[in-house]
């Protein structure tokens, strides 16, 4: 309903992106729009910060909290928005955590991970970075959870390549 509203007050081409997933109908009360190019830090950690957008931002916490259990504490912020990327969140991001990972229900070429890849390539900011998404290949068909946990984009799948990613240090 967010973004909806954001879209219909917005002048000129919006796009957002939704999953096919059945969505909880929440009564939220008042419905105000997003500030477009403004994401959400969501929880604060100091091994990594977890950039999660769309459908990956849930799994993105369920995945922190998972590393918490392990005492691996994660920040996770809610990117909300690929174009305009929050420069200013990303810019603390890197500043605040020297492991950056990037989760998206997308594919990795040319998607919401490279996006953020180039923004810190081109502010001269290198943080190690771990980008999880799809493969560029053809995925097959199944549920969204099926294939979230084929390609290790479900909370599990996300925290164990935290954890590897950082072991790798």
């Known amino acids: 309903r967010r973004a909806m509203l954001t879209a219909a007050n917005h002048t000129g081409p ?16 008042a419905i105000t729009p997003f500030e477009i190019g403004r994401g959400q830090r969501l929880r604060h950690g100091n091994a990594a910060t977890i950039i999660a957008i769309g459908t990956g931002v849930e799994r993105a916490m369920q995945a922190a909290k998972l590393l918490s259990d392990t005492g691996i504490e994660c920040s996770v ?21 020297a492991n950056i990972i990037t989760v998206e229900e997308n594919v990795l070429a ?14 001269r900011l290198y943080p190690r970075l771990l980008r999880i998404g799809l493969p560029d290949s053809f995925i097959e068909q199944g549920t969204q959870q099926q294939l979230c946990a084929r390609y290790a984009i479900d909370a599990d799948g996300i925290a164990a390549q935290v954890k590897d990613f950082l072991a790798s240090a």
Do not use: T
């Open 77 to 97: 912020i809610d990117a909300r928005f690929l174009k305009p990327l929050d420069e200013e969140l990303l810019g603390a991001a890197a500043s605040d955590s």
């Open 14 to 29: 919006f796009v957002y992106r939704y999953p096919r997933a059945q969505v909880e109908d929440h009564d939220i009360g």
């Open 110 to 123: 040319g998607g919401f991970g490279s996006a953020v890849m180039e923004f810190y390539e081109q502010q």
